[in-house]
């Protein structure tokens, strides 16, 4: 290098230490000062500058079938139209009759369904896994009614004939275990005769002064606003609890769940605890606020609120989740197993039906 060039180099260099090293000290105050005031602006506008990343918002599509698996599900629907369900928005559908919903959930029209338990499990095998029950929201609404006073256990029904509806679904099978339980013959000891419609069931036990009916919540309790002579005779899930009880099982009479497609719980993890907290809370406000909660189950059109404020506290509607949720329900698909394989589509679910959260 040229002497000349390192010679200006080297004097440059000095200049420039001098002149730092010879400020006076409030010099030197002042710039840490300054430069202090400038790292915390500067920190400072960085943080504004870096916005927190918002939650995604998910689009979802609900199902559920007029009866109780709606009913605990308006405080919901009602928070979604007033658009207070935070990032989760929902679209819902109430329908008459398990089977329109059912096509929906295998062709992935709907994320998330209200249907009934065994039918969570048929849907299950039918598709290879790809549908998890996350909650139970409905316990038993069976009930066996009778128009008089005779009928004060369940020993009493030995003899009589007993109206209903749902042969080769959930309330024959219900309806059997517990007579079987008792030491009561299903084909010998009463007569049983199937009828189509709950409404039938009604008809003729208003017509025999000696039949008893099993009618399903709400029309059981609409049964009972049409003639004051009816009475509820027995309750069919405290029955049920009973006879686990006795066999040390946790199970009991399950009539509905909430299920997701497992594609739909695999992308939207967040999604759907959201939607298990605000369920939740929904199914508690129906419990706890029965006179609103039933204006909102008629403004929904699922039942008269006249009808739904007398009936919500026979409903059993519920929120039951995770390990215990899995107790109850398995035990129940087992004994539906038991009765008949193909009531729970062949064979009782694997673990993997069931939803836990992490």
Known sequence: MNKKILSLLMATALMATCLVGCGSKASDETSTATETEVTEETTETADEAIPETPAEAVDI???ALKGPTAMGMVKLMDDSDKGDTATNHYTFTISAAPDEITPQIIQGNVDIAAVPANLASVLYNKTEG?????????LGVLYIVENGETVKSVDDLKGKTIYASGKGATPEYALNYMLSSYGINPQKDVTIEYKAEHAECVSALLNDDNGVAMLPQPFATTALMQNENMR????????????????????????GVVVARK???????????LF?????????????????ASALIENYDIIKAA???????????????????KEKLGGYLDELFNQNPEAVGGQVPADEFYYIEK
Not at 263 to 273: I, N
Not at 307 to 325: E, H, L, R, W
């Open 263 to 273: 594609a739909f719980v695999d992308e939207h993890p967040e999604a759907v605890k």
């Open 232 to 255: 509820l005779a027995i309750d069919m899930t405290t029955e049920w609890e009973n006879i686990a009880n006795a066999n040390d099982s946790n199970t009991t009479l399950v009539t």
């Open 307 to 325: 009808v739904a404020q007398k009936a919500i506290p026979y409903c059993n509607i519920t929120f039951i989740s995770g390990d215990d949720m």
């Open 61 to 63: 599509k609900v199902a």
């Open 276 to 292: 298990m907290e605000q369920y939740e809370a929904s199914t508690k406000y129906t419990n706890d606020n029965i006179e609103d």
């Open 130 to 138: 790809q549908v998890q029950v996350l909650a139970i929201n409905t």
